[in-house]
């Protein structure tokens, strides 16, 4: 069970880490699914809080098959997942 120590805000840009849980998100932001933004996803080809392959899946068919890119793998789980 977790418990809140110090409650507050959630405010923009700010984290959370929640060991052991797999989030039903995607990694993928409204922003990024707007075409300016997925050509901007495309020039940098990172994606950040992978958590399954699906998730990368999801990221190939925004941007297509003209660029590279790299998962940023953050979490036992995620390894576990992604079988790396």
Not at 1 to 27: T, Y
Request: charged share 20%.
């Amino acid at each position: 069970m977790a418990c809140v120590v110090i409650g507050g805000v959630i405010r923009d840009h700010k984290g959370a880490s929640l060991p052991g849980a797999l989030l039903k998100i995607s990694p993928l932001t409204k922003k990024d699914r707007v075409l300016r933004s997925a050509s901007s996803l495309a020039s940098t080809g990172l994606l950040s809080f992978v958590q399954k392959p699906s998730d990368l899946v999801e990221a190939r068919a925004l941007i297509g098959e003209a660029a590279g890119g790299v998962a940023k793998i953050e979490t036992p789980m995620a390894l576990d997942r992604i079988g790396i």
